[in-house]
């Protein structure tokens, strides 16, 4: 199996590294996983690093979408049929949880799963066994199942329109992925790489960059489509960027939206004598000439003075450090990850050398 074309989790934030412990300590476990987290925010790349990440690494990884089929579809498709079982079924098919036995099967938007479903999804859990459709047979397997939904699952169970008993079994561990919008400082990152992906696909030597004007953009656009609507946007806009050896200027947030209606609703407004406060462009360019050109950078350098200052007033103390800085202990220790300052004692003597 190719594992080099998968994308890799790009990023720095205490969010993101905390997510990153949590799975890195679940993988090893055969027992089921919940991933929840709004619509492109990166499960099937989570759902990745824990098959990749466990002692089943070089055995299937399977993955399903359940919200694609039907009801009895989706159950062919997962426990697999026998010849006969429905019209069009002229030979025995193999489904999911045998072709994945040893293995891992990612079943994504799992919330849409009917009732029926959800019953031999909870008696593949607690007993590793299931019978094909159409068949009587019972077939055991292997299978870790890791789950993912963008749904409200709690409340589904409360309103009985998930199986509660499934949701227990499921929820061994849960991993809540944090939208983008709370993940600000990644954005840099995420955005060169994607950039750079799309020059190689354009068959441009290298990425340019961008003008401080289209970073300002990305970093306070609110990103409800999060890292897919990151990718889309960032692609589209290098793409549009006419001369591949200058900055990309122009950020292409809504493709939907053309420069002439955009136009024609500011004339309108000046037509219908519309007087909002509006922010000059030239004011708008003073502000965004006053950033640092490096504010990633910059705040990286603050928050590592910060953490510096405070371990050295509690004496190294990290649990102490962490209370006075109103952060838990976990927390505390990714930030310490981040800047890499552990272990303290090799960081302490690289201090004392300079």
């Known amino acids: 199996m190719n594992h080099s074309k998968r994308q890799p989790l790009i990023g720095s934030s205490v969010l993101l590294m905390d997510v990153i412990d949590q799975v890195s300590g679940l993988a090893p476990l055969s027992k089921p996983v919940l991933v929840m987290g709004e619509r492109g925010t990166g499960k099937e790349l989570i759902a990745e690093r824990l098959h990749f990440l466990s002692k089943r690494w070089d055995q299937a990884f399977l993955k399903l979408n359940c919200a694609a089929m039907s009801e009895s579809l989706l159950e062919s498709e997962l426990f697999g049929h026998e010849a006969g079982a429905f019209t069009g079924a002229a030979k025995r098919h193999f489904g999911r949880f045998e072709r994945a036995d040893g293995g891992t099967l990612f079943l994504d938007e799992l919330a849409t799963c009917s009732m029926r479903v959800q019953e031999k999804l909870l008696r593949v859990i607690e007993y590793g066994e299931f019978e094909r459709v159409g068949g009587q047979q019972t077939v055991r397997v292997d299978v870790r199942l890791i789950a993912a939904t963008n749904e409200d699952i709690q409340q589904l169970a409360e309103r009985g329109e998930f199986r509660a008993d499934l949701l227990d079994r499921l929820a061994f561990d849960v991993v809540n992925l944090p939208p983008l919008r709370f993940r600000q400082e990644d954005i840099p990152e995420l955005a060169e790489y994607f950039a750079s992906g799309m020059c190689r696909e354009l068959e441009r030597a290298y990425f340019p960059g ?118 838990s202990y976990h927390q505390l220790r990714s930030y310490l990850r981040k800047h890499q300052m552990l272990p303290l004692k090799r960081y302490l003597a690289e201090q004392d050398n300079n």
């Open 210 to 327: 961008f003008s401080e004007q289209a970073m300002a953009k990305l970093l306070s656009y609110h990103w409800p489509g999060n890292i897919r609507e990151l990718k889309n946007v960032v692609e589209r806009s290098v793409y549009r960027s006419d001369d591949a050896e200058e900055v990309v200027v122009d950020v292409v947030l809504n493709p939907f939206q053309a420069a002439w209606q955009e136009k024609t609703k500011a004339q309108m407004q000046v037509d219908e004598g519309v007087t909002e406060d509006v922010v000059p462009a030239d004011d708008i360019r003073d502000l965004v000439a006053e950033l640092p050109s490096d504010l990633p950078g910059r705040m990286r350098e603050l928050e590592k003075k910060m953490l510096a200052q405070a371990l050295n007033q509690n004496r190294f103390n990290q649990r102490q450090t962490a209370d006075n800085l109103g952060l």
